[in-house]
Each structure stands twice: as C-alpha cells, then as structure tokens.
C-alpha cells in the first residue's frame, strides 16, 4: 500500500513521539509502499499493521470491520 510520507509524519507528531517522526522525516521516501519500505518503518519502530489501522482512510477502515466477521483475525 502506498502511504504518502506527511501522512505517516503527522500520526507519529499526533501521538507526541516526535523524534520518531524527525527520524522518519529524514529516512523515508516521499511515497511510502508499505512492502518495499517494511524494513525501514521496522527500524524507525513503527508497525505496519498499527499504522495502517490508524490512518484515515487506510486498512483499518477499507475492512469495515471484516476482521469482527473472521472471528477477530489479526488480533
């Protein structure tokens, strides 16, 4: 999934882990594939699943609740 850069930024300022986010400012590409980049959003400490879930618009919405339905797959 692509993710752009800002997005992840803002998250991690909104949860107050700002040197998480100055890090991440420096290291990632302007556009984030989640894929391609796992390794270095690992390094930075960031989950990709949790990031996901916590975007607007991202995974955790496009499943609308899909993973209540599989009997609380992923949890």
Do not use: H, Y
């Amino acid at each position: 999934m692509q993710i752009d850069k800002q997005q992840i930024l803002d998250l991690l300022r909104s949860t107050g882990d700002t040197g998480k986010a100055d890090q991440a400012q420096q290291e990632l590409p302007d556009q984030v594939d989640t894929e391609r980049d796992s390794g270095l959003l690992s390094k930075l400490g960031i989950d990709v699943n949790d990031l996901l879930s916590k975007l607007p618009g991202g995974l955790g919405d496009k499943l609308g609740g899909l993973g209540d339905k599989l009997g609380g797959f992923g949890r």
